[in-house]
């Protein structure tokens, strides 16, 4: 058996934060050069807060100046910067209680990749970056010894709504039986499990009967009919979200193969209208020629007969299966 | 030993929009909180302990949002759980907070739940990012198909249930959507998002927070706020698939109900009950659940719909509020729909009011409607039934 792909893909969205009354203010400040406390009974916090962390109040906006320089209060070092850290040469992470200021503030301390360099007692400056987007990594800091005196340009508008693209990759072999599945399709067959237990036949299977709760491994599967029966339908008329590519209306539905008890969701079907479509229907995969099917998008929880393999799926002619006997099959 | 009565002393809402670009997700949770301390008579002393909710982290892309929720809720030396259950999240974690008021080991809890919809995309989340995603819209889709062919209602029931509960959601200063020109012929016109449902079939996307603050008998005497008495709770699950799921009347569901109705000794949930604030993002869940919660005989529940007896001013009102059709902060939906119903039996529902209210049910499902939720509330400790 050739080697399958692992599973690589990566999961981003730009999400959005709404800063507020007072983040706001002190993200606005840090576009501008400048780093704002807000005030809290005789005290200056910062980062500021939104409510007082010993009363729980809230705290009317009363934002002060705070820095440029400050002390270290204890920090930590990073060795290794990944790709998403603000240097990329080692730094350290450091408390910051910067002169104004009754908290300490955490931030990175950039001294030239020299661990010997930052200790607790040291004082530190503010830099900050030519580029600013009312963001925490506008700015960063140095020993004051190495800071360089800076003009900076304030910006326009307050900053009240903030963009962050997150992301986590996901890198992980397929399952052993998603693999014999992804296989199975790569050959043209569809391959399920058969319950040791009820002999009930899953497919895909998903290594384990859920409802007797036995493993089910290579000895139970089966290869089952590429021929089945509609159970469910609808027309999707796709939401336009961050990385969609779908773009024209189209009919997604269930097909309960021929000697299987649960039906495979999620079939895409782009030659016939929702008004062709019917609960009962019997229908058949028409498979693409092996050299052009693929199995990339197959993972570990999505993904079950994709289009990659097939061309299309084709009524039989066969007469419909009463709705009635579908019923326990309407997924 | 008796679990200890619990009752809903405060209740507090933030108006839901689109997008509140006017505070953080912190604030937002905090407004929701602080209105049902102030309803309640209550500060964040009085409070033992707290329970929040949400839907994925996906939604907004914030991992563990307890840490920083722990200022904005006053929970610093106080326990904080979360709860988690998709969809029906509001819901279950109401009841988790019923827990542990019944259980005494606290007298008063606070529960919030939330959801700031615009600072991600819901389809997105539920799509695992890929492209492709059909959404909860999508997957629900082809259950109403199967609904409305197996109970062979009329097509415009859907088209009712949408347009009633906008004309509710108009008496509610808190919903997100207000259409005082929403008619069947606009929602017939709608463009169709997933066959049969159009766009004003369905639920808007919504940023909001409620909040209720949950006490015990002696608490409740104390506080001189009506109560609403939580005299039954229930939460079932069921798989997502497996062979033999019946996905227009899920078994969980069913049971769910049954178990709710049987602790407070309710036989004939039409006839006892008052109202109910169903969890019905997609117009036809409203027939789906009347059934699928045992209040109408299978196959029944549009004829309930279509006779005008879900209306305010009906024999059943259903989502007196404008329901999840009017307002949908996803995590926080759960948790409206209990603290609505709570609002009608407390009296205090104004302009929605069902008139001398006593028995009314919050309800939610989530996931591929496999999780459910449900309380009664009563506005007495033992009600006549």
């Given at each position: 058996m050739p080697q399958l792909h692992d599973v690589d893909y990566t999961l981003e969205y730009p999400y959005t934060r709404t800063t507020g009354p007072v983040i706001g203010p002190f993200l606005t400040g840090l576009r501008d050069g400048r780093i704002l406390g807000q005030r809290c009974g005789d005290r200056v916090l910062c980062p500021p807060m939104e409510f007082d962390p010993d009363t729980f109040a809230t705290l009317e906006p009363d934002l002060v100046e705070v820095g440029p320089g400050g002390v270290v209060e204890n920090w930590t070092w990073v060795a290794e910067p990944s790709a998403k850290h603000p240097f990329d040469r080692p730094f350290g992470f450091a408390f910051i209680k910067l002169d104004g200021a009754d908290t300490a503030l955490v931030h990175a301390v950039d001294t030239g990749g020299d661990p010997e360099a930052i200790s607790t007692g040291m004082r530190v400056q503010a830099q900050f970056r030519e580029e600013r987007h009312g963001s925490v990594a506008d700015v960063y800091f140095v020993p004051e010894a190495d800071a360089a005196d800076q003009v900076i340009e304030p910006g326009d508008e307050p900053v009240t709504i903030t963009e962050h693209l997150i992301s986590l990759r996901i890198n992980e072999p397929l399952y052993p039986h998603r693999a014999r599945f992804a296989q199975g399709l790569l050959d043209g067959k569809i391959i399920g499990q058969r319950s040791p237990v009820t002999g009930k036949v899953y497919v895909p299977g998903r290594g384990y009967d859920n409802m007797s709760r036995v493993l089910m491994s290579e000895s139970d599967e089966v290869e089952v009919s590429d021929v089945g029966t509609v159970v469910a339908f609808t027309e999707l008329n796709p939401v336009q979200y961050y990385g969609q590519t779908e773009t024209e209306p189209y009919v997604r539905c269930s097909i309960l193969f021929d000697g299987t008890d649960q039906p495979v969701i999620g079939i895409d079907i782009r030659d016939m209208t929702v008004d062709e479509m019917r609960v009962g229907m019997r229908m058949r995969c028409i498979w693409r020629d092996p050299e052009d099917r693929s199995v990339e998008d197959i993972d570990n929880r999505f993904g079950n007969v994709p289009e990659s393999v097939y061309v299309r799926f084709e009524p039989t002619g066969e007469p419909d299966v009463p709705a009635d006997e579908l019923k326990e099959h309407s997924w | 030993m008796a679990p200890r009565p619990c009752a809903v002393l405060g209740i507090g809402q933030t108006k839901y929009k689109r997008r509140r670009d006017d505070v953080t997700l912190d604030g937002l949770v905090r407004e929701a909180a602080l209105r049902a301390l102030e309803d309640a008579g209550a500060t964040f002393d009085d409070i033992d302990a707290i329970v929040i909710g949400k839907a994925?982290?996906?939604?907004?892309?914030?991992?563990?949002p307890l840490l920083s929720l722990c200022d904005a809720l006053g929970a610093i030396g106080k326990p904080i759980h979360r709860v988690h259950t998709a969809g029906s999240v509001g819901a279950s974690t109401a009841i988790s907070a019923v827990n542990l008021v019944e259980s005494g080991m606290y007298d008063t809890v606070l529960t919030v739940a939330y959801e700031k919809q615009s600072e991600g995309n819901a389809t997105w989340a539920l799509s695992g990012g890929k492209s492709g995603g059909q959404g909860a819209g999508g997957t629900f889709a082809p259950w109403i198909r199967n609904y409305i062919a197996r109970s062979k209602?009329?097509?415009?029931i859907g088209w009712m249930v949408a347009v009633k509960d906008r004309l509710n959601a108009l008496k509610n200063e808190y919903a997100h959507l207000h259409l005082p020109d929403i008619s069947v012929e606009k929602v017939r016109e709608s463009?169709?998002?997933?066959d049969p449902l159009h766009f004003l079939e369905s639920c808007p996307s919504s940023d909001g927070a409620a909040a209720m603050v949950l006490g015990n008998d002696d608490i409740a005497k104390k506080s001189g706020r009506p109560p609403a008495w939580v005299i039954s709770h229930a939460k079932r699950t069921e798989f997502g698939q497996f062979p033999g799921r019946d996905t227009v009347r899920p078994q969980a569901g069913v049971e769910c109900s049954e178990a709710l109705y049987r602790k407070a000794g309710i036989t004939n949930p039409r006839e006892q009950i008052d109202c109910a604030e169903l969890y019905v993002p997609f117009s036809w869940y409203e027939p789906m659940w009347l059934e699928g919660h045992l209040i109408a005989e299978e196959g029944e529940g549009w004829k309930m719909t279509d006779a005008g007896d879900t209306e305010l001013g009906g024999s059943f009102p259903v989502n007196m509020s404008g329901g999840v059709l009017s307002s949908n902060p996803i995590g926080a939906s759960g948790m409206i729909r209990c603290l609505e119903a709570a609002n009608q039996v407390r009296g205090t529902a104004g302009e929605y009011q069902v008139p001398g209210a006593k028995i009314s049910i919050g309800h939610a499902y989530g996931g591929a409607a496999q999780y459910y939720a449900m309380w009664m509330v009563s506005s007495e400790l033992n009600p006549e039934l």
């Open positions: - | 994925p982290d996906a939604l907004e892309g914030v991992m563990m209602a009329p097509e415009h463009p169709m998002l997933w």
